[in-house]
Protein backbone atom coordinates (compact mmCIF):
# COMPACT_ATOMS: atom_id res chain seq x y z
CA UNK A 1 0.00 0.00 0.00
CA UNK A 2 1.57 3.48 -0.58
CA UNK A 3 1.92 5.45 1.79
CA UNK A 4 0.10 9.09 0.98
CA UNK A 5 0.97 11.07 4.30
CA UNK A 6 2.90 10.15 7.65
CA UNK A 7 4.83 11.93 10.26
CA UNK A 8 7.32 14.29 9.19
CA UNK A 9 10.82 12.95 10.41
CA UNK A 10 11.62 16.12 12.07
CA UNK A 11 8.76 15.53 13.95
CA UNK A 12 8.70 13.02 17.17
CA UNK A 13 5.81 11.15 18.14
CA UNK A 14 5.08 12.43 21.74
CA UNK A 15 1.71 13.18 23.04
CA UNK A 16 1.59 16.77 23.12
CA UNK A 17 0.96 19.10 26.77
CA UNK A 18 -0.90 21.79 24.30
CA UNK A 19 -4.82 22.22 25.32
CA UNK A 20 -7.71 21.04 22.80
CA UNK A 21 -7.91 23.60 20.02
CA UNK A 22 -4.76 25.00 20.33
CA UNK A 23 -2.56 25.63 16.95
CA UNK A 24 0.69 25.08 18.29
CA UNK A 25 0.58 21.32 16.70
CA UNK A 26 -0.44 22.48 13.17
CA UNK A 27 2.03 24.78 13.20
CA UNK A 28 4.87 22.25 14.91
CA UNK A 29 3.64 19.98 12.01
CA UNK A 30 4.17 22.68 9.27
CA UNK A 31 8.03 23.83 10.39
CA UNK A 32 8.78 20.20 10.63
CA UNK A 33 7.80 19.58 6.94
CA UNK A 34 9.50 22.70 5.33
CA UNK A 35 12.79 21.04 7.19
CA UNK A 36 12.46 18.16 5.86
CA UNK A 37 11.85 18.58 2.40
CA UNK A 38 14.51 21.19 2.13
CA UNK A 39 17.01 18.32 3.49
CA UNK A 40 17.58 20.87 6.62
CA UNK A 41 16.95 18.26 10.10
CA UNK A 42 20.58 17.23 10.60
CA UNK A 43 21.57 20.86 10.75
CA UNK A 44 18.88 22.06 12.18
CA UNK A 45 18.35 23.67 15.71
CA UNK A 46 15.71 25.14 17.42
CA UNK A 47 15.67 28.31 19.84
CA UNK A 48 12.84 27.80 22.80
CA UNK A 49 12.22 30.50 24.77
CA UNK A 50 9.74 30.79 27.72
CA UNK A 51 6.04 30.70 27.06
CA UNK A 52 4.66 27.80 25.51
CA UNK A 53 6.64 26.78 23.70
CA UNK A 54 9.05 26.05 26.05
CA UNK A 55 9.01 22.24 25.81
CA UNK A 56 10.23 22.13 22.09
CA UNK A 57 12.65 19.51 22.77
CA UNK A 58 9.55 17.09 23.71
CA UNK A 59 8.24 17.28 19.90
CA UNK A 60 11.01 17.99 17.52
CA UNK A 61 13.71 15.37 16.35
CA UNK A 62 16.62 17.32 15.84
CA UNK A 63 18.55 19.78 18.41
CA UNK A 64 16.86 22.45 20.57
CA UNK A 65 18.25 25.01 22.96
CA UNK A 66 16.25 27.09 25.62
CA UNK A 67 16.82 30.48 25.83
CA UNK A 68 16.06 33.35 28.82
CA UNK A 69 13.07 34.43 28.45
CA UNK A 70 13.00 36.87 25.07
CA UNK A 71 16.53 36.20 24.77
CA UNK A 72 16.34 33.45 21.49
CA UNK A 73 17.00 35.69 18.85
CA UNK A 74 20.17 36.93 21.05
CA UNK A 75 20.72 33.47 21.58
CA UNK A 76 20.36 32.03 17.32
CA UNK A 77 22.65 35.26 16.56
CA UNK A 78 25.15 34.14 18.68
CA UNK A 79 25.27 30.12 17.55
CA UNK A 80 24.27 31.45 13.95
CA UNK A 81 27.42 33.50 13.36
CA UNK A 82 29.87 31.18 15.71
CA UNK A 83 27.85 27.89 13.38
CA UNK A 84 27.05 29.39 9.94
CA UNK A 85 26.40 26.51 8.49
CA UNK A 86 23.86 25.69 10.36
CA UNK A 87 19.96 26.47 9.83
CA UNK A 88 18.82 28.55 13.38
CA UNK A 89 15.52 29.47 14.22
CA UNK A 90 13.56 30.67 16.96
CA UNK A 91 10.10 29.83 17.52
CA UNK A 92 8.46 32.29 20.01
CA UNK A 93 5.22 33.34 21.83
CA UNK A 94 3.58 37.06 21.62
CA UNK A 95 4.94 37.49 25.14
CA UNK A 96 8.02 36.58 24.62
CA UNK A 97 8.49 38.14 21.57
CA UNK A 98 6.67 41.23 21.55
CA UNK A 99 7.24 42.09 25.39
CA UNK A 100 10.03 41.21 27.10
CA UNK A 101 11.98 40.16 24.08
CA UNK A 102 10.85 43.26 22.30
CA UNK A 103 14.70 44.52 22.01
CA UNK A 104 15.94 41.43 20.85
CA UNK A 105 13.92 40.77 17.89
CA UNK A 106 14.14 44.08 16.88
CA UNK A 107 18.17 44.56 16.71
CA UNK A 108 18.27 41.11 15.17
CA UNK A 109 15.91 42.23 12.58
CA UNK A 110 17.92 45.22 12.14
CA UNK A 111 21.39 43.51 11.92
CA UNK A 112 19.47 41.23 9.30
CA UNK A 113 21.03 38.32 10.94
CA UNK A 114 20.63 35.47 8.70
CA UNK A 115 17.64 33.65 10.64
CA UNK A 116 14.11 32.00 10.95
CA UNK A 117 11.58 33.55 13.34
CA UNK A 118 8.16 31.60 13.89
CA UNK A 119 6.06 34.08 15.79
CA UNK A 120 3.04 32.58 17.49
CA UNK A 121 0.58 35.61 18.16
CA UNK A 122 -2.72 34.46 20.45
CA UNK A 123 -3.49 37.38 21.34
CA UNK A 124 -2.49 36.53 25.18
CA UNK A 125 0.09 35.37 27.62
CA UNK A 126 -1.56 31.48 26.79
CA UNK A 127 1.25 29.48 29.42
CA UNK A 128 0.76 32.08 32.51
CA UNK A 129 -2.70 32.25 33.02
CA UNK A 130 -4.27 34.52 29.90
CA UNK A 131 -3.20 37.75 30.73
CA UNK A 132 -2.95 41.04 28.48
CA UNK A 133 -0.36 40.75 25.70
CA UNK A 134 1.50 43.55 23.28
CA UNK A 135 -0.68 41.42 21.06
CA UNK A 136 -4.03 41.64 23.26
CA UNK A 137 -6.91 43.52 20.77
CA UNK A 138 -8.56 46.99 21.42
CA UNK A 139 -11.41 45.59 23.35
CA UNK A 140 -10.54 42.00 24.15
CA UNK A 141 -10.47 40.98 27.57
CA UNK A 142 -8.23 39.02 29.31
CA UNK A 143 -7.18 38.53 33.34
CA UNK A 144 -5.84 42.03 33.77
CA UNK A 145 -8.65 43.51 31.50
CA UNK A 146 -11.50 41.92 32.49
CA UNK A 147 -13.39 44.99 31.13
CA UNK A 148 -10.92 45.38 28.12
CA UNK A 149 -8.08 46.54 26.31
CA UNK A 150 -8.46 50.10 26.60
CA UNK A 151 -5.99 52.21 23.75
CA UNK A 152 -5.72 55.08 25.85
CA UNK A 153 -4.79 53.24 29.65
CA UNK A 154 -2.94 50.12 27.69
CA UNK A 155 -1.55 51.10 24.79
CA UNK A 156 -2.08 50.05 21.03
CA UNK A 157 -1.51 46.32 20.46
CA UNK A 158 2.05 45.77 18.30
CA UNK A 159 1.51 44.70 14.69
CA UNK A 160 4.86 42.85 14.28
CA UNK A 161 5.11 41.74 11.08
CA UNK A 162 4.55 45.36 9.63
CA UNK A 163 7.02 46.57 11.91
CA UNK A 164 9.66 44.06 11.32
CA UNK A 165 8.47 44.36 7.57
CA UNK A 166 9.74 47.87 7.67
CA UNK A 167 13.15 47.33 8.56
CA UNK A 168 15.67 47.74 5.75
CA UNK A 169 17.95 44.39 6.72
CA UNK A 170 14.73 42.33 6.60
CA UNK A 171 14.41 39.89 3.50
CA UNK A 172 11.00 38.79 4.35
CA UNK A 173 7.93 39.28 6.92
CA UNK A 174 4.67 37.93 6.66
CA UNK A 175 1.33 37.30 8.60
CA UNK A 176 -0.61 33.37 8.15
CA UNK A 177 -2.91 31.55 10.00
CA UNK A 178 -4.11 27.77 10.39
CA UNK A 179 -7.34 28.60 10.47
CA UNK A 180 -8.51 26.28 7.20
CA UNK A 181 -6.91 23.96 4.74
CA UNK A 182 -6.33 26.84 2.33
CA UNK A 183 -4.70 28.63 4.92
CA UNK A 184 -2.28 26.37 6.35
CA UNK A 185 -0.81 25.65 3.00
CA UNK A 186 -0.26 29.04 2.65
CA UNK A 187 1.75 29.02 6.04
CA UNK A 188 3.55 26.24 5.14
CA UNK A 189 4.51 28.21 2.05
CA UNK A 190 5.64 31.02 4.17
CA UNK A 191 7.44 28.89 6.56
CA UNK A 192 9.23 27.18 4.15
CA UNK A 193 10.15 30.45 2.21
CA UNK A 194 12.17 31.80 5.02
CA UNK A 195 14.02 28.54 5.68
CA UNK A 196 14.68 28.77 2.01
CA UNK A 197 16.10 32.14 2.54
CA UNK A 198 18.13 31.91 5.46
CA UNK A 199 20.10 28.51 3.39
CA UNK A 200 20.57 30.73 0.09
CA UNK A 201 22.04 33.34 3.44
CA UNK A 202 19.50 36.80 1.77
CA UNK A 203 18.96 37.77 5.70
CA UNK A 204 16.03 38.14 8.34
CA UNK A 205 12.74 36.21 7.82
CA UNK A 206 9.67 36.61 9.77
CA UNK A 207 6.65 34.30 9.81
CA UNK A 208 3.41 35.61 12.50
CA UNK A 209 0.83 32.51 13.05
CA UNK A 210 -1.97 34.07 14.53
CA UNK A 211 -3.11 31.08 16.76
CA UNK A 212 -6.02 30.17 19.07
CA UNK A 213 -6.12 30.39 22.68
CA UNK A 214 -9.72 28.60 23.49
CA UNK A 215 -8.66 27.71 27.03
CA UNK A 216 -7.69 31.48 28.18
CA UNK A 217 -10.04 32.75 25.32
CA UNK A 218 -13.17 30.94 27.42
CA UNK A 219 -14.35 29.83 23.40
CA UNK A 220 -14.48 26.29 22.23
CA UNK A 221 -11.71 25.39 19.44
CA UNK A 222 -14.99 25.83 16.64
CA UNK A 223 -15.08 29.60 17.85
CA UNK A 224 -11.96 30.03 18.40
CA UNK A 225 -11.11 29.51 14.91
CA UNK A 226 -13.83 31.59 14.05
CA UNK A 227 -12.62 34.45 16.47
CA UNK A 228 -9.55 34.47 14.45
CA UNK A 229 -11.18 34.43 10.90
CA UNK A 230 -13.73 37.12 11.67
CA UNK A 231 -12.14 39.26 14.12
CA UNK A 232 -8.43 38.88 14.66
CA UNK A 233 -7.29 38.69 11.07
CA UNK A 234 -9.45 42.10 10.48
CA UNK A 235 -7.10 44.12 13.39
CA UNK A 236 -3.92 41.60 11.97
CA UNK A 237 -4.24 41.51 8.23
CA UNK A 238 -2.90 38.13 6.95
CA UNK A 239 -0.24 39.05 3.60
CA UNK A 240 3.25 39.34 2.92
CA UNK A 241 4.86 42.62 3.99
CA UNK A 242 8.32 42.84 3.02
CA UNK A 243 9.73 40.26 0.65
CA UNK A 244 12.85 41.39 -1.36
CA UNK A 245 12.64 38.95 -3.87
CA UNK A 246 9.77 40.53 -5.01
CA UNK A 247 11.67 43.89 -4.86
CA UNK A 248 14.38 42.58 -6.78
CA UNK A 249 12.00 41.28 -9.08
CA UNK A 250 10.67 44.71 -9.72
Same mark, same amino acid.
Given at each position: ??????????????????????????? /???????? !?????????????????? $??? *? !? *?????????????? @??????????? @???????? %?????????? #???????? =??? !???? $????? =?????????? #?????? &???????????????? /??? &??????????????? *??????????? =?? #????????????? %???????????????? &??????? &? $??????? !??????? *? @??? $???????????
Amino acid at each position: MKVVFERPESLLGNKTIYCPGCNHGII /HRLVAEAI !DELGLRESTVGVAPVGCA $VLL *Y !D *YFNFDIVEAPHGRA @PAMATAMKRVR @PNLTIFTY %QGDGDLASIG #MAEIMHAA =NRG !DSLT $VVFVN =NANYGMTGGQ #MAPTTL &PGQKTTTTPMGRVEKQ /HGF &PFRMAEIIGGLPAVA *YSSRVSVTNPK =NI #MKAKKAIKKAFEN %QVNDKGFSFVEVLSTC &PTNWGMS &P $VDAIKWI !DDVMSVY *Y @PLG $VFKDIDEEVQK
